[in-house]
Nanobody
Framework: QVQLLESGGGLVQAGGPLRLPCAASGFTFSSHAMGWFRQAPGKERIFAAA????????YYVDSVKGRFIIAKDNARNTLYLQMNGLEPEDTAVYYC?????????WGQGTRVTVST
């Protein structure tokens, strides 16, 4: 059974950092690409960053390039999103995601609020 559990969300001042871990279980973590999505209040869930199974391919949405870093620890079955230079526009619920056997899997999300 695939399980994804995000944590690390909270309230942070603009310009500050925050790191979000996502603990994964129930599948071969090292063989699967992983992603982070986010959903701002009143808006649709959108892509933020993705990383290949081995970690050698990484993609970011333009709005987070240069500020966010996605990383994958295959020994600990944990995905990370290091967020630096946070802006109020980054306020959202952040979701961990993987795609396996034709199905998307999501965690429950962790809320990030960036204050001015």
């Amino acid at each position: 059974q695939v399980q994804l559990l995000e944590s690390g969300g909270g309230l942070v001042q603009a310009g500050g950092p925050l790191r979000l871990p996502c603990a994964a279980s129930g599948f071969t973590f090292s063989s699967h690409a992983m992603g982070w999505f986010r959903q701002a209040p009143g808006k649709e869930r959108i892509f933020a960053a993705a990383i290949s199974g081995s970690g050698d391919l990484i993609y970011y949405v333009d709005s987070v390039k240069g500020r966010f870093i996605i990383a994958k620890d295959n020994a600990r079955n944990t995905l990370y999103l290091q967020m630096n230079g946070l802006e109020p526009e980054d306020t959202a619920v952040y979701y961990c995601n993987t795609y396996r056997l034709g199905q998307h899997y999501w965690g429950q999300g962790t809320r990030v609020t960036v204050s001015t």
